[in-house]
């Protein structure tokens, strides 16, 4: 079991019907049939949605997801009309919501990944391949690949592990035009957030993407783009392949909540317990200093 140790309620805000509530945004719609989606301080680890929030984390990730936005808007259109919440929205939505177009979801959670580690790295271990795609002998945690790969994953509800699939899974079940359309665009947004996170010295390891069809039928950017919590962020003046690299995200709560010090037993299925205080100001130091060198490069 997992999923969220305290569940949220959601805001009753007048024309909104609420939809959904995920790890880490809130979704209604409109009665227009526009989205509004609200990035919280949420934080997830291990399947658990935490109990304990990082102050400020909601807001970090709509301004910097907006940043880039503009930066990819040649490469592929988003989501995003406006980001000035609805009339009558709770004064603390400012800064934490969107106002998006609703599109045609495509399930496929569209990962690229320029160095091999995480799950990536497990799959190598095991078969000398990442999802179907054959790698050199001899790669280690943090190796930097030769070319950036298309590994696209299935979607998984809250509180279950997205599945990495092959690329010919994904044309068999949404065709080879479509397939084709996925993996060219991830990998185009991919080199362009990689160049611009190493101007900052950062290194762009991995990331996913979400896309949906426009009402003219073309794909559109959703969700969240490149950031702490959907891509691998290192610095790069400490990558040392051969070893699990630090990085500019969570690893901080999982590394704590899996020493002795929080006495969890993930294996037991429990819910996580509370996060110290000193654990929440690193991990939203971290936060606040990719956005720093991200967007001042």
């Given at each position: 079991?997992?999923?969220?140790v305290?569940?949220?309620?959601?805001?009753?805000?007048?024309?909104?019907?609420?939809?959904?509530?995920?790890?880490?945004?809130?979704?209604?719609?409109t009665?227009?049939g526009?989205?509004?989606?609200?990035?919280?301080?949420?934080?997830?680890?291990?399947?658990?949605?935490?109990?304990?929030?990082?102050?400020?984390?909601?807001?970090?990730?709509?301004?910097?997801?907006?940043?880039?936005?503009?930066?990819?808007?040649?490469?592929v259109?988003?989501?995003?009309?406006?980001?000035?919440?609805?009339?009558?929205?709770?004064?603390?939505?400012?800064?934490?919501?969107?106002?998006?177009?609703?599109?045609?979801?495509?399930?496929?959670?569209?990962v690229?990944?320029?160095?091999?580690?995480?799950?990536?790295?497990?799959?190598?271990?095991d078969?000398?391949?990442?999802?179907?795609?054959?790698?050199?002998?001899?790669?280690?945690?943090?190796s930097?690949?030769?070319?950036?790969?298309?590994?696209?994953?299935?979607?998984?509800r809250?509180?279950?592990?997205?599945?990495?699939?092959?690329?010919?899974?994904?044309?068999?079940?949404?065709?080879?035009a479509?397939?084709?359309?996925?993996?060219?665009?991830?990998?185009?947004?991919?080199?362009?957030?990689?160049?611009?996170?190493?101007?900052?010295?950062?290194?762009?390891?991995?990331?996913?993407?979400?896309?949906?069809?426009?009402?003219?039928?073309?794909?559109?950017?959703?969700?969240?783009?490149?950031?702490?919590?959907?891509?691998?962020?290192?610095?790069?003046?400490?990558?040392?392949?051969?070893?699990?690299?630090?990085?500019?995200?969570?690893?901080?709560?999982?590394?704590?909540?899996?020493?002795?010090?929080?006495?969890w037993?993930?294996?037991?299925?429990?819910?996580?317990?509370?996060?110290?205080?000193?654990?929440?100001?690193?991990?939203?130091?971290?936060?606040?200093?990719?956005?720093?060198?991200?967007?001042?490069?």
């Amino acid at each position: 079991m997992s999923g969220f140790v305290d569940t949220p309620v959601p805001a009753d805000v007048p024309g909104l019907t609420h939809l959904h509530t995920g790890k880490v945004r809130d979704l209604y719609a409109t009665a227009s049939g526009d989205l509004v989606m609200v990035a919280s301080d949420r934080v997830s680890a291990f399947d658990w949605v935490l109990p304990t929030e990082i102050p400020g984390k909601g807001r970090l990730l709509t301004r910097l997801s907006l940043w880039w936005f503009e930066r990819l808007a040649d490469l592929v259109p988003a989501h995003v009309v406006s980001d000035t919440p609805p009339p009558g929205a709770p004064a603390d939505w400012a800064g934490r919501t969107l106002i998006c177009r609703n599109l045609d979801m495509v399930p496929v959670e569209c990962v690229a990944r320029g160095f091999l580690t995480g799950s990536g790295l497990a799959e190598y271990r095991d078969s000398g391949a990442v999802c179907g795609i054959p790698l050199p002998a001899g790669l280690v945690d943090g190796s930097r690949l030769d070319r950036p790969i298309f590994t696209p994953a299935a979607k998984a509800r809250v509180g279950e592990h997205d599945e990495n699939i092959s690329y010919e899974t994904v044309a068999a079940e949404h065709g080879d035009a479509l397939a084709a359309e996925l993996r060219d665009r991830t990998l185009e947004l991919y080199e362009r957030g990689r160049a611009l996170a190493e101007a900052g010295g950062i290194l762009l390891a991995d990331t996913k993407f979400e896309f949906g069809r426009g009402a003219d039928g073309g794909l559109v950017l959703a969700d969240e783009v490149f950031t702490p919590d959907s891509s691998r962020f290192w610095p790069a003046e400490e990558w040392n392949p051969g070893r699990p690299q630090p990085s500019f995200d969570k690893q901080i709560i999982r590394d704590w909540l899996i020493s002795p010090e929080s006495g969890w037993d993930r294996a037991a299925d429990t819910p996580p317990p509370p996060l110290p205080e000193a654990v929440v100001e690193r991990t939203r130091s971290r936060y606040d200093e990719v956005y720093t060198r991200l967007t001042t490069a």
